[in-house]
Nanobody
């Protein structure tokens, strides 16, 4: 499975960005998908995830109410709509996938795309 993330950029605090991730998986609908991020000098952290079976979504506390993860199985795409961005959201954002995945941990996601940089200026 190959994943290609896009949509990053430079935005002012309070602004919005929409990240996209294109997947090459033949059976995309059977993959749970997630976004992770890594800021300079920090460990990679889970941001948002969406399950393959029922579409249930999960978020880290710091982005709840501001970020929305969604997927389009027909297009084999997953999105991360990021609103009310803060400087602390600055990081490289990675798209990840796990076949029939049920939990969203870094070690549990088996496929990773190259990241896309998000920079939020104050």
């Amino acid at each position: 499975v190959q994943l290609q993330a896009s949509g990053g950029g430079l935005v002012q605090a309070g602004g919005s960005l929409r990240l996209s991730c294109a997947a090459s998986a033949r059976t995309f609908s059977t993959y749970s998908m997630a976004w992770f991020r890594q800021a300079p000098g920090k460990e990679r952290e889970f941001v948002a995830g969406i399950k393959w079976n029922d579409g249930s979504t999960y978020y880290t506390a710091s982005v709840k109410g501001r970020f929305t993860i969604s997927r389009d199985n027909a297009k084999k795409m997953v999105y991360l709509q990021m609103n009310s961005l803060k400087p602390e959201d600055t990081a490289v954002y990675y798209c990840a996938a796990d076949l029939y995945g049920s939990i969203f941990t870094g070690d549990g996601m088996h496929y990773w795309g190259k990241g896309t940089q998000v920079t939020v200026s104050s």
